[in-house]
C-alpha cells in the first residue's frame, strides 16, 4: 500500500491519550498499521524523555523504529537504536534568574533529574499534575538550581491560570533574549532554550530521513502543537483542541476520546 505522508507526528497530551492518559486499543492499532504501511510515528511532546517511555513502548517504537521528540523539540531520540539525534540545553546563567523569579511571585518551579521530578514545591497542584501526566515521583529539593542535572533542556513555571499569562509575559521580557518561554497549558510555562519548537525539531528529523514536510502528517491540540501543524503538509487538530490551533489546522477530526487519530488516518488513506 502507497501512503500519501511517510512521517506521523503526535502530541501525546490531547492527541494521542485520552483523559486517562493512555492510548486506546483502537488508537494503538491504527498506528501500529501505519507503522506496517511505512508510516514513521514521532512522538512530539512537551513532556520529559522519561514521561514519554511508556507511550513509545505502548507502540512498540522500540522494536518498529520510531522517534521521541521530547521537550518541545529540545531533544530527539531514535528510539530502538537509542541514539540521541540532537539536543540543546538552557543557557546556565538564566537558570538563577527563573529561580529568583519564582521565588519572589510564589510560582513552582519544577526540572526533571532521571526518572523524577524535582522542585522546592512538592505540594503544588500543578506539580502533582505534572507528575500524573508524566508518572513520575515528585521529589522534594531545597536548592532547585544545585539539583538539576547538568545542562537541563527545559524547566517548567506552574500557577493559576491568569496569573501564567502575566507571568509569560514578564519572563518573556526579562530573558526572552536568550531563552524561550511559552504556555503549553493554561497553568504551565514552558522555559526551554531559544529556537526550540516542535515544527524546527521535526525539519531536523526529516532531514535526517531524507524526507521533507510534504512527507508529514501531524496531529496537535495545543498552542505549541501550532508550529507542527503548520509545517506539515496534513495538520491536524483534535476537535478537542484550542480554537485558535482549530483555525489553523488542514483538518479537524473527532476527539481524542473517540479516537479522533484513527477517524483522520482513515480519512487520509494511511491504513
Not at 183 to 208: C, M, N, T, Y
Request: charged share 25%; hydrophobic share 40%.
Amino acid at each position: 500500500m502507497t501512503i500519501p505522508y511517510k512521517m506521523i507526528a503526535l502530541d501525546l497530551d490531547g492527541p494521542l491519550t485520552n483523559h486517562d492518559k493512555v492510548v486506546t486499543p483502537l488508537t494503538r492499532a491504527a498506528l501500529l498499521k501505519a507503522q506496517e504501511n511505512g508510516a514513521a510515528i514521532v512522538l512530539a511532546s512537551g513532556r520529559p524523555t522519561y514521561g514519554i517511555e511508556p507511550v513509545a513502548d505502548c507502540l512498540e517504537l522500540d522494536r518498529r523504529g520510531g522517534f521521541i521528540l521530547s521537550y518541545n523539540g529540545g531533544k530527539i531520540v531514535d528510539w530502538q537504536s537509542r541514539e540521541e539525534l540532537y539536543s540543546k540545553s538552557l543557557p546556565q546563567d538564566v537558570i538563577p534568574v527563573l529561580h529568583s523569579y519564582a521565588r519572589a511571585h510564589g510560582y513552582a518551579l519544577l526540572g526533571y533529574v532521571g526518572n523524577e521530578i524535582v522542585t522546592e514545591s512538592p505540594f503544588d497542584k500543578y506539580v502533582a499534575e505534572e507528575s500524573r501526566i508524566n508518572k513520575m515521583a515528585v521529589r522534594h529539593v531545597d536548592n532547585l538550581p544545585a539539583s538539576l542535572e547538568p545542562h537541563p533542556t527545559k524547566l517548567l513555571m506552574t500557577g493559576d491560570p491568569a496569573r501564567m499569562i502575566e507571568a509569560e509575559e514578564e519572563l518573556s521580557r526579562l530573558v526572552g533574549n536568550r531563552m524561550d518561554v511559552f504556555r503549553s497549558a493554561p497553568f504551565f510555562v514552558e522555559l526551554v532554550p531559544q529556537g526550540i519548537d516542535k515544527a524546527q525539531s521535526l525539519l531536523r528529523l526529516l532531514a535526517h530521513l531524507n524526507l521533507s514536510p510534504q512527507d508529514l502528517m501531524a496531529f496537535g491540540d495545543g498552542y505549541n502543537d501550532l508550529s507542527m501543524l503548520k509545517l506539515a503538509a496534513m495538520g491536524v487538530a483534535m476537535e478537542n483542541a484550542a480554537p485558535e490551533v482549530r483555525a489553523e489546522a488542514d483538518f479537524v477530526t473527532l476527539s481524542n476520546e473517540h479516537d479522533g487519530v484513527v477517524h483522520a488516518l482513515k480519512r487520509w488513506n494511511m491504513l
